[in-house]
């Protein structure tokens, strides 16, 4: 798999999310839709009943971000309800491995996403039971916050930890990925990138989409982990 880009409705107009959709369906592989119940993070968005109509109606597979507590609880409810691709919180679970197989068996893609400050390398064994690795490069919450540098070095270890097992495990980012940072982590190893405001801020959301793809393409062709 290259380079896929998973634009986040966080940014889009809430009124008429089937439309915003279909806004960027031609140029994107994903939506990423953030689930936040205000206990995870400080933020309240939308929860089962939306995620469930907007499966039914997307023209492009859902990619749940679950920010939420007690998500061992809650997490399935999104693969059944037709999200291909769920994603919860390591520091939200109780039971990850336990987790991402429920999830897998539900027959979603499983995703375990880590907050900037928790570190990639006591994960290693459990990379086996996932599909995607998300690493959050803003605190979870809200859109538009500025991309943290200091998360490219973890980014980087987590590609390695990933090539060196010889594993199909995506490596996502998410939060301040825009045209000036997007380069950066495609060169430190993520392949899955997420936009909110760098997407559904620009007057022709598709477009934005074709360019963010060519860049991170561009820069993970000449990047240190896609050589041979
Ligand atoms: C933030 C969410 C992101 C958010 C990113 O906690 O997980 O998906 O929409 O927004 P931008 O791209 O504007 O930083
Ligand atoms: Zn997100």
């Not at 998973?6 to 140029?27: K, M, Q, T």
């Not at 995506?170 to 899955?192: F, H, K, M, P, S």
Request: proline fraction near 6%; charge should be negative.
């Amino acid at each position: 798999m290259g380079v896929q880009i998973s634009p986040s409705i966080l940014s889009a107009d809430f009124s008429n999310l089937a439309g915003e959709v279909a806004r960027i369906a031609p140029a994107a592989d994903w939506v990423h839709v953030d689930v936040m119940d205000n206990h995870f993070v400080p933020n309240l968005t939308l929860g089962l009943p939306v995620v469930e109509r907007l499966a039914a109606a997307s023209e492009l597979p859902l990619d749940c971000h679950l920010m939420i507590a007690d998500v061992d609880r809650w997490a399935v409810g999104y693969a059944e309800a037709g999200a291909r691709n769920v994603t919860f919180h390591v520091e939200a679970s109780a039971a990850p491995v336990r987790l991402a197989r429920e999830l897998r068996s539900a027959g979603a893609r499983a995703g375990l996403a880590l907050k900037p400050a928790t570190p990639v390398e006591p994960y290693a064994d459990l990379l086996p039971e996932l599909d995607m690795l998300l690493l959050m490069t803003v605190e979870p919450g809200f859109g538009g916050q500025k991309f943290l540098d200091l998360v490219l070095p973890k980014i980087r270890r987590a590609r390695e930890l990933v090539k060196d097992r010889d594993l199909d495990v995506w490596l996502q980012v998410d939060g301040g990925v825009a045209a000036d940072t997007i380069e950066r982590c495609a060169d430190a190893g993520a392949d899955v990138f997420v936009a909110g405001s760098a997407v559904y801020g620009a007057a022709d959301p598709a477009a934005a989409v074709a360019g963010l793809r060519s860049q991170a393409a561009a820069a993970s062709h000449s990047a240190w982990w896609s050589r041979h």
